[in-house]
């Protein structure tokens, strides 16, 4: 169960916070959200793929580590295997609370195993002043909250123009055993190379042509989770 | 001792049979150090043997280290853990001197291992003496790290890796049984529990053989003489000469005492110096006790005064405890004319000792095993030119090391004789007069200390010489190539600390995070 709290200088003072990255500590997940605005330096190491939520008829993005529930092929005994963690799973525990007047606020998931060690990073010094590592929290949290209400608006464009296709993808694995994954949607290459000029035009004014062709290039990264699940199963 | 005449040695005799006389510390990380550096795939594989007599009690020289060690251990291949669990080790990042200058209770400053931000010497002198505060926390982020007791490194670190530079304080009797165990066990160095009754020489003065009680004669291509203070070898055998540094530096004395400490408590991050009337007190804290004694000039302080010292010194901090039985050391600061003669090595105690205010002591066997490990000898006839370069070197490295002790003491404003007589122009080693002439108008720079193995770098000098209130140099001539940058460096630093202060653990809980993820589980019998 969560268990969120306002993050306050007086209640947190001495708190630490543990950034490792290990499956004890909640890095073993398949898929994290991630928002356009990011999607230029998520590319630069995972796919970026789009999930519909039937009952709200809404897309998310997703940033993928792995094919299966619980797989993170980035995460290696000795820590996460990439320059960049999408802001979503950086920012863990911490989330944006909305606080009266809709004020957006740091909350702090007290559920997290990253609570409550004696080793970690501190979120407060003993001014209270927010430590270098609260500062970048605050910022991540204000870019992917902005950023995840802006994101409506960019799947609205994605459909209005169609440029979304269900993928379907079989992947046979050096062990030669098939993995199909489904359930995913990708930017329609051909409806996209399509595209007439005022559409392009109304796309580029938006600020979305760049977040539609970084994903786009994402799923070059597919080839290097494909090898990295076969490098996993070679070491057993 | 009586010496044989043997038959001589030819000059492409080659050396592989080292024999290391004398256990503790020097002896066995001399041992480590060899066995573990050694070619096992060569055509001639170096044997190494330790003599260690079970009648003398080894002196634990020193609890505190240079940051050397970690990469002396690295090479003998003990783990970092296993290190810091089975020495009762703790981490040090520099030294603390309280009371050096003037005595008053604000007086005091940090020597950090780590040195100042990388900038032209005269730009960051001038820019600290226009910000003014401790220039030892204004050139680095270590000083507040050290002040909240964190420690350098997280355990999710490889190992021996820092953030900050550092080295340890440690049991030295456990060093010695750490190293005994991975010496024999796991790097095949021969053991031989017996007294040296004589050695056995040719008429052209090599050793041949060492002859002990009940194990026959111990023959060898080298000999370490390690055998601490008695200098079996170096000393009865060649009879080499012993300079005094006694003029120099007059602390002959220290009363030491451990005093266990509660569990939990905090564990400082570096050695306490706190001057006295006629010497200093060192305090060094490890996860279960802190070792603490006072380091006296019995020329100037008698036994007992120096007892009421330390005394006072224990209950400012522990009021209530017991007070255990102090132990007494006499020591003199002086070192060999030469280390090398013929085919022996004179390594620890043996080779001299000063002071202990830098911990000197064991950073001199590891510097020692390096000059000798990296250009060893593989045939008798290279061992006398080696033997030369080595005693240039660390006669060179010695005088370097008082210079650094009597700094301490000559910038001093302390009024009591013990101090005004460490300011008297005759105990001022010269080169140390030409240098502080030379720094009232330029700061410690590499062109004042052009080795390329410095035993102390110019920061040093540095942290020493503006923690003690030198005056800082005004702005010289000579344009710097780069003052802005320094603005800058100095703004990153303020930076850098606050990162470093809410990432890095105490020591406390790094060191018992340590003890209890290691500790075994606990079984229950049926």
């Known amino acids: ?236 | 001792m009586a010496t044989n005449t043997g038959p001589g040695i030819t000059s492409d005799h080659p050396i592989t049979h080292i024999v290391i006389v004398g256990g503790g510390t020097a002896g066995w990380l001399t041992a480590c150090l060899i066995a573990a550096r050694a070619d096992r795939d060569t055509a001639r594989p170096l044997s190494v043997t330790l003599v260690e007599s079970p009648d003398v009690a080894t002196i634990g020289v020193g609890e505190g280290t240079w940051p050397t060690m970690r990469r002396t251990l690295e090479r003998i291949g003990i783990t970092e853990t296993d290190f810091l669990l089975a020495c009762d080790a703790a981490f040090k990042q520099g030294s603390r001197f309280d009371g050096w200058r003037t005595g008053a209770a604000d007086d005091s400053y940090l020597h950090p291992f780590t040195a100042p931000v990388d900038g032209d010497p005269r730009d960051l002198v001038s820019a600290w003496s226009e910000h003014g505060g401790r220039f030892a926390d204004m050139v680095g982020a270590q000083g507040a790290i050290c002040h909240h007791d964190l420690a350098p490194r997280q355990r999710a670190m490889p190992d021996y890796a820092g953030t900050l530079n550092y080295a340890y304080h440690l049991d030295a009797g456990k060093l010695a049984a750490l190293l005994t165990r991975h010496a024999t066990e796991r790097l095949g160095v021969r053991h031989v529990r017996d007294h040296v009754v004589g050695i056995d020489g040719t008429e052209h003065g090599d050793i041949v053989a060492v002859r002990t009680r009940a194990s026959g004669a111990i023959a060898g291509d080298l000999f370490v003489d390690c055998t601490g203070h008695a200098a079996l070898l170096i000393g009865d055998h060649y009879g080499v000469a012993t300079i005094d540094r006694d003029r120099e530096l007059f602390n002959d004395r220290a009363l030491a005492v451990q005093m266990p400490v509660a569990a939990g408590s905090p564990i400082a991050s570096q050695t306490n110096a706190t001057a006295h009337a006629a010497g200093w007190i060192w305090d060094i804290g490890l996860p279960t006790r802190r070792g603490i004694g006072c380091v006296y000039s019995s020329g100037h302080l008698s036994d007992d005064a120096a007892a009421d010292t330390l005394t006072r010194h224990i209950r400012a901090t522990a009021p209530d405890a017991p007070l255990p039985t102090f132990r007494q050391l006499k020591f003199q600061s002086r070192h060999r004319a030469k280390f090398w003669e013929r085919n022996c090595l004179a390594v620890g105690l043996s080779a001299g000792f000063l002071e202990p205010l830098e911990a000197s002591a064991i950073v001199l066997i590891e510097l020692s095993l390096d000059a000798l490990l990296d250009n060893f000898p593989s045939h008798r006839g290279a061992m006398d030119i080696q033997a030369t370069r080595f005693n240039t070197l660390f006669r060179y490295r010695w005088d370097r090391i008082v210079e650094f002790l009597k700094l301490h003491y000559v910038l001093s404003e302390r009024d009591d004789p013990y101090w005004r007589d460490h300011r008297d122009a005759a105990s001022i080693p010269p080169r140390l007069v030409e240098l502080l002439a030379l720094w009232r108008h330029q700061p410690p720079s590499r062109a004042d200390f052009p080795m390329i193995d410095e035993i102390f770098p110019a920061a040093s000098y540095q942290y020493v010489l503006y923690g003690m209130g030198f005056p800082p140099p005004t702005r010289g001539p000579i344009a710097t190539a780069d003052r802005a940058r320094t603005e800058t460096l100095l703004a990153q630093i303020d930076q850098r600390r606050r990162m470093l202060a809410a990432g890095l653990p105490s020591n406390r809980a790094y060191l018992d995070a340590l003890r209890h993820t290691t500790a075994p589980a606990m079984e229950l019998s049926a």
């Not at chain 1, 990255?21 to 605005?37: F, H, K, Y």
Request: proline share 5%; glycine share 6%.
């Open chain 1, 1 to 236: 169960m969560s268990d969120h709290v306002i993050l306050t200088a007086d209640d947190h003072r001495d708190l630490r916070i543990r950034t490792e990255r290990t499956p004890e500590l909640g890095d073993a997940v398949m898929t994290c959200i991630t928002v356009p605005s990011e999607f230029r330096r998520v590319q630069t190491h995972y796919p970026i793929l789009f999930q519909l939520d039937q009952t709200r008829d809404s897309f998310t993005a997703l940033a993928m580590f792995g094919f299966e529930p619980g797989e993170n092929l980035f995460l290696t005994d000795a820590g996460w295997d990439a320059r960049y963690r999408p802001l979503a799973i950086d920012s863990q525990p911490f989330l944006v609370g909305r606080g009266a007047g809709d004020v957006r606020q740091v909350h702090l998931d007290m559920a997290s195993p990253r609570i409550g060690a004696r080793e970690g990073t501190r979120v407060f010094d003993d001014t209270g002043r927010p430590t270098p590592y609260l500062e970048r929290i605050a910022d991540q949290l204000r870019a992917l909250d902005t950023d995840y209400v802006a994101s409506a608006d960019f799947f609205a464009a994605l459909r209005r123009y169609e440029l979304l296709e269900p993928l379907t993808m079989d992947v046979t694995l050096d062990d030669g055993s098939k993995n199909r994954l489904v359930g995913y949607h990708v930017i329609d290459e051909d409806r996209l190379v399509a595209l007439d000029d005022a559409a392009v035009a109304d796309l580029h004014a938006a600020g979305y042509l760049m977040p539609i062709f970084m994903a786009l290039a994402s799923l070059g990264n597919i080839g290097d989770l494909i090898a990295r699940k076969n490098r996993r199963m070679t070491r057993g």
